[in-house]
Nanobody
Framework: QVQLVESGGGSVQAGGSLRLSCAASEYTYSSARMAWFRQAPGKEREAVAYIWPRLGNTAYADSVKGRFSISQDNAKNTVYLQMNSLKPEDTAVYYC?????????????????WGQGTQVTVSS
């Protein structure tokens, strides 16, 4: 069974930083691609960043390039999203996703498994 457990959300002022964590089962972590998405109220869920732990490949949405960084800890089967220089428009529920099939990383349909989501609120 694929389980993704997220943590690390919270409230921060603009310009601040937060780090999100997504812990996965060993099988998931060793086999799947993983990503972070976010969904703001009234908006579609959008891709933020992607990593393939087995190869270390990463990719980012243009809106977060240079501010967010996705990384992995193989010993903990955990993927992180370090978010710096946060802006009010980054406010959203952030979801960890895992995928065992192919497809474009930035498309929601490419991801089969989702975490419960963690709220990030950035105030101006």
């Amino acid at each position: 069974q694929v389980q993704l457990v997220e943590s690390g959300g919270g409230s921060v002022q603009a310009g601040g930083s937060l780090r999100l964590s997504c812990a996965a089962s060993e099988y998931t972590y060793s086999s799947a691609r993983m990503a972070w998405f976010r969904q703001a109220p009234g908006k579609e869920r959008e891709a933020v960043a992607y990593i393939w732990p087995r190869l270390g490949n990463t990719a980012y949405a243009d809106s977060v390039k240079g501010r967010f960084s996705i990384s992995q800890d193989n010993a903990k089967n955990t993927v992180y999203l370090q978010m710096n220089s946060l802006k009010p428009e980054d406010t959203a529920v952030y979801y960890c996703a895992a995928g065992l099939a192919g497809g474009a990383w930035f498309q929601r349909a490419s991801w089969q498994y989702w975490g419960q989501g963690t709220q990030v609120t950035v105030s101006s």
